[in-house]
């Protein structure tokens, strides 16, 4: 039936076809909630939780209403509070939530605990007869797009997508960012480009040490490549020259990678608070965010450090430690020190650490030492795909 196709609603009432779902969902969306507030609902839902579970999706099923009367054996479980506390207490559990209701009641039950487009759950609502899958919240980001289209291919329902880059077909930074594990460190300057990309601009981007270029993608024509590093001197980034309307100087979005690996040491009992101001200030120093440390490493004497192991949890940063004789066969130049060989028994712990990490990467930050606390950093080569 033509109804069924796959549509976007874009100004002026134009239809325009959308791609049939890829029958992914993003690589985050590992927990999805499924409520309905009718039989029929129910029914559809259980159509779509078959098919979700199939992408290795931990999934919940509920369902609102005393009027309706499931199966024993039904997949959906009894909402017994108001639908304030259901929400409560799932919407910070779920990284998808699917309606099968009215749009009204998914916006007045997802309001209160709307927070962020960082960190909201992606949210879609389905009319109770299957007809639209709309992505409401979260289209980008968090991943709703995909999952109004998704749920649609399985129910056989028509996925309404609103979002500016979707109907304008132009590059959507957040998704680029998402699929690529990258950090977006501004918002505000995201919002900037996709207003200026749909209005035609063109964008200058680059990336920096490491960075190989992906040949043979179609990259979109409104970004121009520019081989260097960012103008404002962050290292390991892919960066954005977003230009500005009121004729200040262009500023520059970042996205981080997780691409940096960090070798660090301290004196016995250092405490954290101290390793992490003296870490802090060394990447800010040499360019580098704390949001691109894929991993941090030391020598195994430091695997019960108490003060490293805190930083480490608090960034959520995996830690790893070699031995002096792993450390020993690291090869490269490094920083000699006759106080570490003393208490080691290897000239230098954060270099060596750090390019053993990374199998060799090429340093992005030498030794630094103070109050006690010693870092350095490497980094791997790195690319991102447009596609």
């Given amino acids: 039936m033509w109804w069924r196709t796959a549509i976007t609603i874009v100004p002026n009432c134009t239809i325009r076809h959308l791609p049939r779902s890829s029958g992914k969902l993003p690589n985050k969306m590992k927990k999805t909630g499924i409520i309905a507030f009718t039989e029929h609902g129910c029914v559809l839902g259980e159509k779509l939780l078959r098919d979700l579970q199939k992408q290795d999706q931990e999934i919940y099923g509920f369902v609102k209403s005393k009027y309706v009367d499931l199966p024993e054996r039904h997949s959906f479980q009894k909402v017994t509070g108001t639908l304030r506390e259901w929400a409560e207490e799932w919407i910070p559990k779920l990284d998808g939530i699917v309606f099968f209701s009215a749009t009204g009641i998914a916006v007045r039950t997802i309001a209160p605990f709307v927070v962020s487009k960082k960190t909201d759950p992606a949210v879609v609502v389905i009319d109770e007869q299957g007809n639209y899958a709309i992505s409401l919240l979260s289209g980008h980001l968090g991943g709703a797009n995909e999952l109004a289209k998704f749920a649609a291919e399985s129910i056989g329902a028509v996925p309404v997508i609103t979002t500016g880059t979707d109907v304008n ?219």
Wanted: with cysteine; net charge neutral; proline share 4%.
């Fill in 169 to 387: 077909h132009t590059f959507a930074v957040d998704v680029f960012a998402r699929k690529n594990n990258l950090v977006i460190a501004d918002m505000r300057l995201a919002k900037e480009m996709a207003a200026l990309l749909i209005r035609g601009k063109t964008i200058t981007w680059g990336a920096g040490e490491g960075f190989v270029y992906p040949k043979g993608q179609n990259i979109p024509l409104q970004l121009q490549f520019q081989e260097t590093e960012s103008p404002d001197g962050k290292k390991g980034t892919l960066w954005f020259a977003i230009p500005q309307s009121d004729g200040k100087e262009v500023q520059i979005l970042h996205l981080y990678p997780k691409n940096v690996y960090l070798g660090a040491g301290c004196r016995k009992h250092t405490p954290e608070e101290k390793i992490e101001t003296q870490i802090r200030t060394y990447l800010s120093e040499a360019g580098i965010s704390i949001t691109q440390i894929l991993q941090a490493a030391s020598i195994d004497l430091k695997k019960e450090e108490p003060g490293l192991l805190a930083f480490c949890e608090k960034y959520q940063i995996p830690f790893v430690t070699y031995s002096k004789e792993e450390l020993e066969r690291a090869k490269g130049t490094f920083t000699p020190s006759a106080f570490v060989s003393k208490i080691t028994g290897v000239d230098n712990v954060c270099e060596r650490s750090a390019s053993l990490s990374s199998d060799g990467g090429a340093f992005i930050m030498r030794k630094q030492a103070a109050e006690g606390v010693t870092a350095a950093c490497t980094i791997k080569k790195w690319s991102v795909n447009f596609e």
